[in-house]
């Protein structure tokens, strides 16, 4: 057998094995530090959105158009922007900026009252730079050295400084998670194994597995763009597959070695638990690969990054692992320190009895449970995340802060029109047209400002703005002819519309689908951008792709188990039970995250929303991580069904048989998931407990009651196959 073979070739030559590997490990241990450098923050946008396509026609067709900018926030305590004096402080503290490279300009809160906080308390100065927003964070220190510090208080507020603190925080939060997962998955080990030397060979590989992808990662970030989620990702699985596949292993090489000398022992570790570990990770392979069906950046990231986690904890598993076990010998059970009897199942076997006595008593009400927990996720709202899914205590967040309570909810993310003309710009029946339907736009109660080349000021009649573009190269006015160049190229002109809502909220959307419904007017063609068609055409395009994606990934999860376990109704019990735990931490998500409760507990600000991207993540990955969970336990049961053909004794034997130690493998996993709650960054605390979450009710409820329930109602139909299928399908039987 092949995974026989790969074990005693990993035996045979151990040392050698054990030494490449580590030759390998330490030649990328120097490119560690430098890889988040090189990753991409952001990834929540395409390119293909209607959105996004109008960013892109305002930036090539309109001259002065800045794609991004930043908002540098002004107030002192008892000057007022009116003020002389505040005025020259302001400008002498950006007097510098402009020299700095990809700045194009600066709008001054003189030249635009509508800059200045209706109480007289803030006002802003907008830079512009020629970058789109995930790049413009990186000139942000150098806009930040060059601000000269004056009696002002000052706050950056904008995409730029939303992505320079998300970097920082999300590398911040990736520390403190290993520094805690670690330790506790350590005493995770030591429980389950009882021997300080048998837990800390899972430890070992999967430090080796992480160290490794990450410096894989650093190596593709000089090939294609990666998202800075891409480290955490990267942490989470890593640690938690390989420690979870180490388990398996090495808790089947203890039990192989009472009965077998060394290599015999080996050999037959990877033969079986090393087979049922490359299947697992087949599984998972196939849940994370249905990430690559979307063009996120942050969902291609993470599908790679798990890939590669699964591709290097499996060769660690298979080569790695055996060679170590090799070395170590029956010195694996040294140190120890609890007591317990390895064989032990006599729990498992009697709360398996217990269930398949009354399975109909057991999972109505196990079931009723599942979907109770998932009920919130009927009331989601999807977003794109914004600076709210940073602690309050980052200087972008209260910036972010500061200017809604001073401008309101909508001054920030305004809905950007492109206009595209028949005639010039200029052109007088284009003046009209426009000048009608910005005063369309402005009567709309929930619209609180338009600007626009017709809009700059009140007391300018339709005449007039005629009369001042007649000719753009001489427009009298410098603030018109700033304007101007800002928002109109030849046949293309922006229009902004300011609501008093929040980008995300209902109110924002409306109004965006009646702007986009409208007809602007003879000879005008219209786009729409800003923040809220962002979000809306994000969550449009990725929930538009993610039908083909799950069912992609559940109909390969089918086959790959039906050929597992030679059976029609296991792979299909498996994946329902999968939903059904999915489900649950959906409404977590929901419940805990939009919702906000135990937002205190937790140490995070309620979002209101639950960021788009989070439920099409979670199932890619839980899909195949719980999978893995089925594989290990009905590759048990159907060990045994092969031996007794008694289903109720199979399904007992199974579950007493890898019950502790699929447990033990699940609370590892949800421990190394649980440290990632501690992060700053609502989105990878979100994910962190929405995955902790959903092995914690998959491995004990799910697996513990609900699999030997349903195994006992389906009866003599858990085991059926075609006969014609059933002699191919025998070559591919595993055990573990």
Not at 234 to 254: E, K, N, P, Q, T
Not at 499 to 515: C, F, G, Q, W
């Amino acid at each position: 057998m092949v995974f026989e073979r790969i074990g005693r070739f990993s035996f045979r030559y151990r040392w050698f094995v054990l030494a490449l590997w580590l030759v390998v490990v330490l030649a990328v241990l120097p490119t560690l530090p430098r890889a988040t450098g090189r990753l991409e923050v952001g990834g929540f946008s395409s390119p293909h959105t209607e959105a996004a396509r109008t960013r892109e026609l305002l930036r090539e067709r309109i001259p002065g158009y800045s794609p991004s900018s930043l908002l540098v926030l002004f107030s002192h305590p008892t000057l007022s922007p009116s003020d002389p004096a505040f005025v020259e402080q302001a400008q002498r503290a950006l007097s510098a900026v402009p020299s700095i490279p990809h700045v194009t300009g600066i709008r001054w809160f003189t030249e635009n009252p509508s800059q200045i906080a209706p109480d007289g308390s803030l006002a802003y100065a907008v830079i512009e730079l020629d970058l789109q927003p995930e790049e413009a964070q990186r000139v942000l220190d150098e806009i930040q050295e060059a601000i000269i510090r004056t009696d002002l208080q000052v706050q950056l507020a904008g995409a730029p400084a939303f992505y320079a603190d998300l970097e920082r925080v999300t590398e911040r939060d990736l520390r403190r998670a290993e520094l805690i997962a670690f330790p506790f998955a350590l005493a995770a080990l030591l429980f389950v194994f009882g021997s300080a030397v048998a837990a800390a060979v899972p430890l070992f590989i999967g430090g080796v597995t992480v160290a490794l992808v990450l410096g894989i990662v650093y190596g593709l970030t000089h090939l294609t763009e990666l998202s800075i989620f891409t480290l955490n990702v990267a942490s989470l699985l890593g640690l938690g597959l390989s420690i979870d596949y180490s388990l398996f292993l090495v808790s089947r090489f203890r039990e192989e070695l009472a009965s077998h000398d060394l290599a015999d022992a080996v050999a037959r570790t990877t033969a079986t638990a090393g087979r049922a570990v490359f299947f697992s990770g087949l599984t998972v392979l196939i849940g994370l690969s249905g990430l690559g069906f979307f063009e996120f950046l942050f969902m291609r990231s993470v599908g790679i990054a798990g890939m590669l986690v699964v591709l290097v904890a499996v060769s660690a598993s298979l080569t790695l692992l055996p060679a170590v076990l090799g070395i170590l010998g029956r010195r694996i059970d040294a140190l120890r320190v609890i007591r317990r009897d390895t064989e032990t199942g006599r729990f498992w076997h009697w709360i398996t009895e217990f269930v398949m006595q009354r399975p109909w008593q057991v999972a109505l009400p196990v079931v009723a449970l599942l979907v109770l927990l998932g009920l919130p996720f009927r009331h989601v709202e999807l977003s794109s995340p914004d600076a709210t899914i940073l602690p309050t205590s980052t200087p972008s967040r209260q910036a972010l802060e500061t200017f809604r309570r001073a401008f309101g909810d909508g001054e920030l993310s305004p809905i950007v029109i492109a206009v595209e003309t028949e005639r010039p710009v200029n052109d007088p029946q284009t003046l009209a047209a426009l000048y009608d339907f910005t005063r369309r736009l402005a009567a709309d109660p929930r619209v609180t400002k338009v600007t626009s080349i017709v809009t700059i000021d009140p007391r300018i009649s339709l005449a007039q703005y005629q009369l001042l573009y007649a000719d753009p190269e001489r427009i009298p006015e410098p603030l018109l002819q700033r304007v101007y160049r800002e928002l109109a190229g030849d046949h293309l002109t922006a229009i902004y519309v300011y609501t008093d809502a929040l980008p995300a909220s209902d109110r924002a959307k409306a109004l965006l689908h009646d702007i986009r419904a409208m007809d602007p007017g003879p000879g005008l063609k219209l786009w729409v951008d800003g923040g809220t068609a962002e979000i809306v055409d994000v969550v449009d395009r990725m929930y538009s792709e993610f039908p083909l994606a799950a069912s992609t990934v559940i109909l390969a999860t089918y086959i790959v188990l039906f050929l597992l376990l030679r059976s029609v109704f296991l792979p299909l019990k498996a994946i329902i039970l999968n939903v059904l735990s999915l489900t649950a931490s959906y409404g977590a998500l929901v419940f805990v995250f939009q919702e906000g409760h135990f937002s205190s507990l937790l140490r995070f600000s309620p979002l209101g929303f639950t960021e788009a991207s989070l439920p099409i993540v979670m199932f890619c990955i839980l899909f195949g991580v719980s999978m893995d969970y089925e594989v290990f336990l009905l590759s048990r049961m159907r060990e045994s069904w092969d031996q007794t053909q008694d289903n109720r004794l199979a399904v007992a034997t199974g579950l007493a048989r890898s019950g502790r130690i699929i447990t033990g493998a699940a609370l590892i996993l949800v421990v190394v998931a649980a440290a990632f709650v501690t992060a700053d960054v609502v989105l990878i605390k979100a994910l962190g407990l929405g995955i902790a979450l959903a092995i914690a009710l998959d491995a004990s409820i799910v697996r513990t009651l609900l699999v030997p329930a349903t195994m006992r109602l389906l009866g003599q139909w858990n085991w059926w196959v075609p006969r014609r299928l059933a002699r191919t399908l025998d070559t591919v039987r595993i055990g573990h």
